[in-house]
């Protein structure tokens, strides 16, 4: 079936965040199953003042960012937002004439859709990435249970109703939604997945860039990703020095960048590790599979809230895929993705000594890697490629495009 997908996001390429990745494997994906998609973004794209441009062989379509008073005034600014993404929507839909609205997380984008796709009477879907709302309360701009966290969840509730189908990437936020009184068979999970051929295995350290970050003769524990707090990456620096008593030969190397950076480097100071703590900065994404190369052991120590609880992240998924060994907290969103002892190693959320035990434990049971490592690649081979993913809105979208 030839079907015209019409694409709401938040953001996009040339910006590069786990949500930009996710979008282009769907619309790979999805081009692969002869279907149009076409893709607006909304005007929280950063640093983009056009009305259409064209990236790494992409067109997306832009909304102007909102400026005025409004725009600075909590609640206000995001009802203008979503104004704009309405007008903006409705003259990509006279253009375009899609036979499917998919808006993606956040809430912000899925009310202008469903108001678009009422009007017009174009079926809309909404995929759920995660809540607005609990990554508020990470961000620190509201808190569980506030009078904004409760506005916010009914409105994404609400959204919830309305839509024609729901979507969302993993188990954990499948019960939140279905808890929330949506019918079960009204929701789909696309899971999230990699690109395996674009995964090999992993090839020996680049000895001159080992040289350039000093890790010669170094065991390195890796992180590479945004710092965003619930990341946990406070948690690593402050197992770091009881894993040196065992492993005096151990760094971290993180690379990357994000809020809690300054944060962090503070910590490694205070702990006496800054030597040991290697902070790279953000790197071009054609490069970082040259920093993956350099770590021994990735480490995933996310804090247990409800936002780790309910997502599933990629991270995991692509260390698995290029045969790498990862530690992980065992929050629900991990447990979704990594098997303790066969995948990967799970160790108690935001437990220290935890920590310390399983890095120092499986760094020493050299003779289990292989085993590990295989077991990993093939999940992801079998499992949690995107062909396998992206096959899952066939149904869904064919049902919804015959019936309007």
Known sequence: MNLRVLHVLDHSIPLH???TFRTLSILREQRKLGWE??????????????????????????TPVVTGR??????????????????????????????????????????????????????VVYEVR??????????????????????????????????DHV???????????????????????????????????????????TAQLGLQDRCVMGFIGSFYAYEGLDLLLQALPGILVQRPEACVLLVGGGPQESALKEQAQRLGV?????????????QVKRYYDLVDVLVYPRHSMRLTELVTPLKPLEAMAQGRLLVASDVGGHHELIRH???????????????????????????????????GRQFVETQRNWTHSVARYTGIYAALAGRA
Not at 37 to 62: A, M, N
Not at 103 to 120: D, F, I, K, Q, Y
Not at 133 to 149: F, I, P
Request: aromatic fraction near 8%; charge should be neutral.
């Open 130 to 163: 995660a809540f607005w709302e609990d990554a508020a309360v990470d961000h620190g701009t509201t808190t569980e249970g506030s009078l904004r966290y409760r506005f916010t969840r009914a409105l994404e509730t609400r959204a919830l109703r309305r839509a």
């Open 17 to 19: 965040s786990g949500y």
């Open 274 to 286: 800054s030597d040991r703590v290697v902070f790279c900065g953000r790197v071009p994404h054609d």
């Open 167 to 209: 979507f969302t990437i993993c188990e954990g936020l499948r019960r939140d939604i279905v808890g929330r009184g949506i019918p079960a068979a009204k929701v789909t999970v696309i899971p999230n997945a990699v690109d395996v051929g674009a995964f090999g295995s992993g090839a020996p350290a680049d000895a001159e860039l």
């Open 37 to 62: 998609t076409f893709h607006l973004t909304s005007p929280k794209q950063i640093g983009c003042d056009v009305d259409e441009e064209d990236v790494d062989g992409w067109h997306f379509y832009r």
């Open 70 to 123: 409004l725009a600075r005034l909590p609640l206000l600014a995001q009802s203008a937002l979503m104004r704009a993404l309405e007008r903006r929507l409705e003259s990509v839909v006279d253009k375009v004439r899609p036979d499917i609205i998919h808006a993606h997380s956040p809430v912000l984008n899925a009310w202008p859709a469903l108001r678009v796709g009422e009007r017009l009477g174009i079926p």
């Open 341 to 375: 002892g066969e995948t990967g190693v799970l160790f108690k959320a935001g437990n220290v000594q935890a920590l310390t035990d399983a890095v120092v434990d499986l760094l020493a049971a050299r003779t289990q890697w292989p085993g590990i490592q295989k077991a």
